[in-house]
């Protein structure tokens, strides 16, 4: 098989919590319905009383996907959780579970050198690092991947649109040194992770010249010092972006999309204050509670960077094949929302600060909510405009901690 990359210091086991089993509906391949509706399961749990247990996908939502079926729930809760124990783990082993189930929370990308693994913040386990390291699971990640080759054979992520920014392509080569250096900044854990993530924009604006060919590299600021204040674009960007990724209400069809109109709307004629159920707050007004002073905390944000760069889930083939500088500026402003919103969930429950649970609450929303964002044609082009500016980045960075 291919080269596996697995990360260091990346951990994941399941820690039984059962979270992760609400608020998906639990596809299935054919085998997987197969196999799992063989078992007459009411006999085993009588709490499986919930009729039908499983239903056919409809043309439309099986199109382009591996299944067939799906589990039937009508709480959001996978019927087969009880007690926060799967039923068909406990019974039959991890391995006749649905094979959605036994690949998550892990995540691969497939590379021009090599498939790289990472976990989805989406599971409790990936929030809080529990378990062994990835790099210990060698043999596991492996047979996972080659089952997740099975299910996805039509995956083939193209990473020839590979650019640093618009109009200026480099090679896969190329990219691979500048996610070295991004990464060996990331890992000098002795500066705040702030002051990391704004030497990596700084960095990353240096190689500009070379992408286009131009000797001369450009000086780009790399302390928090002297920077201006979040303006009122900014203001609207993280409303927009607030809205979509921790939304008050469920998003209709078509606004998991970015549109240029809707973008420009929101800018001139929108409120820029981030929406909760039943409420609303100013960045100001967020940003007059402190976050928590918790090295835990800062743990999971540095996981959550690296895991990003090193997964490559943040540009070209890993994410909407946006640009390298703009897709790290979204790395930017996931974490100033992450801040801003755990900020928020303090504030619902009238705590004086923040803790590691809203953060990890936080957490998981955006990273489910950032896996079903879709991005191209206009919307792409308006988010690469938007997030383009490393001195947007350097005022998302600076204002919001
Ligand atoms: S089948 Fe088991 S692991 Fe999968 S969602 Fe249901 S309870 Fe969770």
Same mark, same amino acid.
């Given at each position: 098989?291919?080269?596996?990359?697995?990360?260091?210091?990346?951990?994941?086991?399941?820690?039984?919590?059962?979270?992760?089993?609400?608020? &998906?509906? $639990?596809?299935?391949?054919?085998?997987?319905?197969?196999?799992?509706?063989?078992?007459?399961?009411?006999?085993?749990?009588?709490?499986?009383?919930?009729?039908?247990?499983?239903? @056919?996908? /409809?043309?439309?939502?099986?199109?382009?996907?591996?299944?067939?079926?799906?589990? $039937?729930?009508? /709480?959001?809760?996978?019927?087969?959780?009880?007690?926060?124990?799967?039923?068909?783990?406990?019974?039959?082993?991890?391995?006749?579970?649905?094979?959605?189930?036994?690949?998550?929370?892990?995540?691969?990308?497939?590379?021009? /050198?090599?498939?790289?693994?990472?976990?989805?913040?989406?599971?409790?386990?990936?929030?809080?690092?529990?378990?062994?390291?990835?790099?210990?699971?060698?043999?596991?990640?492996?047979?996972? &991947?080659?089952?997740?080759?099975?299910?996805?054979?039509?995956?083939?992520?193209?990473?020839?649109?590979?650019?640093?920014?618009?109009?200026?392509?480099?090679? &896969?080569?190329?990219?691979?040194?500048?996610?070295?250096?991004?990464?060996?900044?990331?890992?000098?854990?002795?500066?705040?992770?702030?002051?990391?993530?704004? @030497?990596?924009?700084?960095?990353?604006?240096?190689?500009?010249?070379?992408?286009?060919?131009?000797?001369?590299? *450009?000086?780009?600021?790399?302390?928090?010092?002297?920077?201006?204040?979040?303006? =009122?674009?900014?203001?609207?960007?993280?409303?927009?972006?607030?809205?979509?990724?921790?939304?008050?209400?469920?998003?209709?069809?078509?606004?998991?999309?970015?549109?240029?109109?809707?973008?420009?709307?929101?800018?001139?004629?929108?409120?820029?204050?981030?929406?909760?159920?039943?409420?609303?707050?100013?960045?100001?007004?967020?940003?007059?509670?402190?976050?928590?002073?918790?090295?835990?905390?800062?743990?999971?944000?540095?996981?959550? *960077?690296?895991?990003?760069?090193?997964?490559?889930?943040?540009?070209?083939?890993?994410?909407?094949?946006? =640009?390298?500088?703009?897709?790290?500026?979204?790395?930017?402003?996931?974490?100033?929302?992450?801040?801003?919103? =755990?900020?928020?969930?303090?504030?619902?429950?009238?705590?004086?600060?923040?803790?590691?649970?809203? *953060?990890?609450?936080?957490?998981?929303?955006?990273?489910?909510?950032?896996?079903?964002?879709?991005?191209?044609?206009?919307?792409?082009?308006?988010?690469?405009?938007?997030?383009?500016?490393?001195?947007?980045?350097?005022?998302?960075?600076?204002?919001?901690?």
């Amino acid at each position: 098989m291919e080269t596996l990359h697995i990360p260091q210091g990346i951990n994941y086991e399941c820690t039984g919590c059962g979270k992760c089993c609400s608020g &998906w509906a $639990v596809p299935m391949t054919e085998a997987d319905h197969e196999r799992i509706s063989a078992v007459e399961w009411t006999g085993i749990n009588p709490a499986l009383r919930q009729k039908p247990l499983y239903r @056919e996908l /409809t043309k439309n939502e099986s199109k382009g996907t591996p299944y067939s079926h799906k589990i $039937v729930s009508d /709480t959001g809760t996978c019927p087969f959780l009880v007690d926060k124990l799967c039923n068909i783990h406990a019974e039959r082993g991890i391995e006749f579970k649905p094979s959605i189930c036994q690949l998550f929370p892990y995540c691969f990308s497939e590379t021009p /050198t090599g498939v790289y693994a990472t976990v989805s913040f989406v599971s409790v386990g990936a929030v809080y690092n529990a378990g062994a390291p990835l790099l210990d699971q060698r043999e596991y990640l492996e047979r996972k &991947w080659l089952e997740f080759r099975r299910m996805y054979p039509d995956y083939k992520p193209d990473w020839s649109h590979t650019r640093l920014s618009v109009g200026m392509p480099i090679t &896969w080569e190329q990219y691979l040194q500048i996610e070295k250096r991004l990464l060996e900044i990331l890992k000098e854990d002795e500066k705040p992770l702030a002051v990391r993530l704004l @030497e990596c924009s700084s960095f990353l604006r240096t190689q500009l010249p070379a992408a286009a060919g131009v000797p001369t590299p *450009v000086a780009a600021p790399t302390t928090l010092t002297d920077v201006p204040p979040l303006n =009122s674009l900014d203001k609207a960007l993280l409303s927009v972006f607030h809205k979509m990724y921790f939304p008050a209400k469920a998003l209709k069809q078509g606004d998991g999309d970015f549109s240029a109109m809707r973008l420009a709307a929101e800018n001139f004629l929108g409120s820029k204050r981030l929406q909760l159920p039943g409420t609303s707050f100013s960045v100001e007004e967020l940003n007059a509670l402190p976050f928590c002073d918790d090295k835990e905390v800062d743990n999971l944000l540095y996981r959550y *960077v690296f895991s990003h760069v090193f997964g490559k889930k943040y540009f070209g083939a890993g994410f909407g094949q946006v =640009s390298i500088i703009p897709g790290f500026h979204h790395i930017i402003l996931m974490l100033s929302l992450l801040k801003l919103h =755990s900020k928020a969930l303090a504030k619902m429950r009238q705590a004086p600060a923040v803790t590691m649970l809203d *953060v990890a609450a936080a957490i998981r929303q955006l990273e489910r909510q950032v896996g079903e964002t879709q991005l191209g044609g206009y919307s792409a082009a308006a988010w690469e405009m938007m997030l383009g500016p490393s001195t947007r980045a350097r005022r998302l960075l600076a204002n919001i901690h």
